[in-house]
């Protein structure tokens, strides 16, 4: 068959453009006609906006575990419920979480969409080098290869495989800077765009919160506040109870929280489990014993560094 | 005893038993006569080295034994949290520590509020010195009243309940915010934490 002249002027001027932008970006690399930053963006709906049943396992060294998954929309609401098949019989759920609440990370995830138009969000390729390459095969299915790699030694690596159909992450890996895997996610059964009914999502489970209490960065409104985040880290949420003891950041691909609680803490001290980390101390303020904690799936220096330098305070 | 297992308590001496050596020897039927020719051969080696020889006569093994057998049982804990450097002592070293020392600035403060019109200043107290000094001694604690009690087994597995709940907190936002929804879960340990 042939091309009709105009539409074969359009394509060449496409792939022209999109040759530019790699070349731009110092990545040739597309992976079906996307780049690196499309595959991102794609993965940042997709999770969210399709319906699918699996079996995943977790691995943090040694330690294995599966899970059974389930995630769908309903009425332009998700529904997502996670069961633990190994050991102790639990589930958590969370229900109805709109598909038009949009989070910090969600936005700084979608830099293709949302920085042309709204320079408040930083480009998350400012701190991670992104490429994609074809990827093998995960739970019958293709993939593509999604590498995140930080340009500085304050958060970890990730190493994703995308459903090459969809967008949806088939595996996710974090690695240290001397690239060795911290943890796997990696589903070994999926079923993509099945038929689940709301019906399904009952049954007994912990609900997962949703307490946000300030909207978009807004950390001008908080009372106290890290004097030091690496950069293009935002907040991306406080605990909405009124104890304003916790604080969320996010770049984008990397999340850590902060707890300043008045509760005495007896020592330093710090946790390491798979990427999560956590690095706890004593503070004393105004005469009273209070402690600062940091939990978060960053290095352990980052979390240290940020527990350091909180200030009490709005930020400026 | 044959000579192979002679061989292997003279390896032993010299420390270089291997772990199977040692294993054979520690189960063997003739643990008396290991013990013999172990006691013979230290002594022939302090003599060696002209050390000491006034207390070479005791045998103080059966009360080591003893007071071993006595000691209450480590429960094991399905561990994440530990103090900063890694020691995790036994709680009856160091009974009285102090954790942190207030700045001058503290001390002298008049305002109680930690509001927003309160001046902006650090929380943060000299960390990387005062961890490096290690934990001061309480009597050189002057006016600063934070005195704690290094933590005992139970107070762990109360640290340990308390990062179980932050952890999961975090959770519940990471799981809003890192692109992998309720996946995330998967790295939380109990649900059950207060």
Known sequence: MRRKPLLSLFWLLLSLVAGLQAQAAGAASEVDGLSAEQWLDRLSHSYREIDYRGVFTHELGSRLQSLRILHAVIDGKEYERLEYLDGEDRSVARHEHSLNCIHQGHRLRRAVETTASDTRYPALSDYYTLSVAPGERIAGRDVVELRVEPQDVYRFAHRLMLDRETGLVLQSELLDGRDRTLERFRFSTIEIGAAIERAEFAGEAYQAQHRVAVTDGQSHTMPWHPGWVPQGFELAGGDGSGANDMQTYTDGMAVFSIFLEARPMQAEGQARRGATVAYGRPVVIEGAPWSITVVGEIPQLTARRIANSIVIGAAP | ?194
Not at chain 2, 39 to 59: I, K, P, Y
Not at chain 2, 67 to 94: D, F, I, Q, T, Y
């Open chain 2, 1 to 194: 005893m044959n000579e192979q297992q002679r061989e292997a308590v003279s390896a032993l001496v010299d420390g270089e038993a291997s772990e199977l050596e040692v294993r054979r020897l520690l189960r063997s039927d003739h643990a008396d006569e290991v013990a013999a020719i172990w006691t013979r051969h230290q002594r022939v080696r302090s003599l060696m080295r002209r050390e000491d020889q006034r207390f070479g006569h005791l045998d103080i093994s059966a009360q080591v034994m003893a007071r071993l057998e006595a000691e209450p049982a480590l429960r094991r804990r399905p561990h994440w949290w530990k103090p900063a450097g890694g020691v995790a002592v036994a709680a009856s070293v160091a009974a009285l520590v102090v954790f942190g020392l207030a700045p001058p600035e503290y001390a002298g403060s008049a305002s109680p509020q930690v509001a927003a019109s309160s001046p902006v200043y650090p929380v943060q107290m000299a960390p990387a010195q005062r961890a490096a000094q290690g934990n001061v001694a309480v009597s050189a604690m002057g006016q600063y009243p934070l005195v704690q009690r290094r933590e005992s087994l139970d107070d762990d597995a109360v640290m340990q309940q308390r990062m179980d709940r932050l952890l999961l907190r975090h959770t519940e936002q990471a799981a809003l915010n890192s692109g992998e929804g309720i996946i995330s879960f998967a790295r939380v340990a109990s649900f059950d934490a207060p």
